[in-house]
């Protein structure tokens, strides 16, 4: 079983829903990682494909880490797990995020691998980033 996930850090849901803005009309997809149980990166895997339609992840080209689930966006603002959505998130860990238009605070919600809602507070801490040696 994974850790235990308590939440997203405020300035990574921040991340979200600007690259959802920014890459609107076509969807945004990543891969949400965690450190001491807090959501706080979002990988970007090589090869994603993005359209209005969907966006497609490469989970071949994953690096040898590991992910505690998916996040992406709907240009609609319906934000509900389509049965792509729900394919992905078996394969992809236990919390998935999606950001609907217009991608405000409060345009997002978190799914578990079966896709019901589930809640994940919002934590207001620090990040660090790791040094590039």
Known sequence: MGEMIKGIAKETLEFILEVSRSTYPNEFAGLL???DGVITDILILPGTESSEINAVLRLFMMPN??????VHSHPSSIIRPSKADLRLFSKTGTHHIIAGHPFGPHNWK????????ISLDVLDVEIEDDEIL
Do not use: N, T
């Not at 978190?110 to 809602?117: I, T």
């Open 33 to 35: 990682q965690s450190k």
């Open 65 to 70: 880490i590991s992910a505690v689930g998916s």
């Open 110 to 117: 978190c799914f578990d691998g079966r896709g019901k809602e």
